[in-house]
């Protein structure tokens, strides 16, 4: 069974203050404030109520590392087929998934978010796509996108850090790995915003008919460029998924559906989750000089800019949390779980927890048991993609410091506005200034 460190704080052992009662009492996830500032809450929920039941949400939030831990060791229990499907376009489940049938091409579920066994085989098969494209041979090309878009913006001194660049630089990689147009960013990014938001619970009717129509636009695209590739294969991600194979047999192959939903998921979780990480690389140069420094002197040292992104990816999850469901009752850290119930497992919060990160809001590059953050989730759904999504933020980490300097916010962080998703925490927009180093 995974522990945590025994020498560190353990805050359960601190007296609650009259603010971390009032937060467990009346706070939730969905409150602008709590969207913005989580982490009082997720304090509040470690110390004192760890699976902390979210009455609006209607979810429990699973606050604490070793909790998370106990969940991600058993998908059998703890569903994510039952979790992401039941979270899909809550409230309006129905609708949604009317709009897509009639006018989407189809309705495909996530394939990739199921349960073993069937999750095995979809795994193994998406995966081929990772082997076929090896992520050490696609830096150089990486590399060559990320200097590319910083020399056309450094001699500008200002930029907004997720519209500028975060959004294109993942959009035009992912375009190039799934051999899409990249005159197709613009509608990328609404193709983006509209899947997250359906796990988001966030969204009002009107919103959701919107993004329906956008995600009927992005499948009937992906649907053509499908066609194309089985008749016609590349050298891309597309070919590689709608030609998987493993064995012999009809499920030695992907069903067209199951191929639709993972090119979808490729698509959205290459652009969108990364992208918040690059927003949240910049803002941490912009407000922690002395780490901007630090991997400025340090930027050919690969040792140093890997610990970076790990601490990076630890302090600064760019997927707050992500849903199960349990399929049995079940007792979880004291806590009688009845079947079907709806959890979220909070990620970002059990990456802040002192028992196990001391000090947990300093970044700390040398910070000796980064790697047990759960930013990739964990278990048989790890995520397929952590070894490109890692790739992504070095590269832009690396070439940012040696190519710019001086950063600094152009905007109050408290003006910092966040798009409405308890899934991620994802800056709309950070205005920065620069200056190209000679």
């Not at 309705?107 to 050490?136: G, W």
């Not at 709806?342 to 700390?364: G, I, K, W």
Request: contains cysteine; proline residues 5%; aromatic residues 6%.
């Amino acid at each position: 069974m995974a522990t945590a460190p025994s020498d560190a704080l353990d805050e359960r052992q601190t007296a609650p203050t009259a603010e971390e009662q009032r937060l467990i009492a009346e706070a939730t996830l969905l409150e602008p404030a709590v969207h913005k500032h989580p982490r009082a809450f997720y304090t509040a929920m470690r110390k004192l109520d760890p699976v902390h039941y979210d009455e609006k949400l209607e979810m429990y939030l699973i606050s604490r590392w070793e909790d998370i831990q106990t969940i991600q060791r058993d998908p059998i229990t703890y569903s994510v087929d039952h979790g992401y499907h039941n979270q899909q376009a809550k409230g309006f489940a129905e609708e949604f998934r009317r709009i897509l049938e009639e006018q989407g091409g189809g309705y495909f579920p996530d394939a990739i978010m199921s349960d073993p066994p069937y999750h095995t085989r979809i795994r193994r098969l998406l995966e081929k796509a990772f082997t076929a494209h090896r992520v050490k041979e696609l830096e150089p090309r990486i590399a060559k996108v990320v200097e590319d878009l910083i020399e056309s913006i450094a001699d500008k001194g200002a930029m907004d850090a997720v519209q500028d660049f975060a959004i294109p630089l993942t959009t035009r990689i992912i375009c190039e790995q799934l051999g899409l147009d990249w005159d197709m960013k613009d509608r990328i990014q609404r193709w983006s915003t509209a899947v997250t938001a359906q796990i988001g619970r966030m969204q009002n009717r009107e919103e959701m008919l919107g993004h329906a129509r956008e995600i009927c636009d992005l499948q009937q695209y992906l649907i053509a460029k499908m066609h194309e590739r089985e008749a016609d294969p590349r050298e891309d991600m597309i070919s590689d998924i709608v030609h998987a194979k493993d064995g012999e047999g009809e499920e030695a192959v992907l069903a067209f559906g199951e191929a639709v939903s993972l090119i979808r998921a490729l698509l959205i979780a290459g652009n969108e989750t990364t992208a918040t990480a690059l927003g949240n690389l910049v803002f941490i140069l912009c407000t922690q000089p002395d780490i901007a420094e630090t991997l400025r002197k340090s930027a050919d040292d690969d040792r140093l800019l890997n610990r970076f992104v790990e601490e990076l990816l630890r302090i600064e999850p760019p997927v707050r949390a992500l849903s199960r469901m349990t399929t049995r009752e079940v007792e979880l850290d004291g806590t009688l779980l009845p079947e079907g119930a709806h959890l979220l497992l909070m990620y970002a919060s059990a990456n802040d927890q002192p028992d196990v990160f001391e000090s947990p809001r300093t970044f700390d590059i040398e910070r000796k048991n980064m790697v047990k953050h759960v930013s990739f989730g964990g278990g048989v759904h790890k995520c397929v993609g952590l070894a490109l999504a890692r790739m992504e933020i070095k590269v832009a980490a690396r070439e940012l410091v040696r190519r710019l300097g001086d950063f600094r916010l152009a905007i109050d962080p408290e003006d910092i506005r966040y798009l409405p998703t308890v899934a991620t925490r994802t800056m709309e927009s950070l205005p920065i200034t620069f200056t190209r180093r000679s």
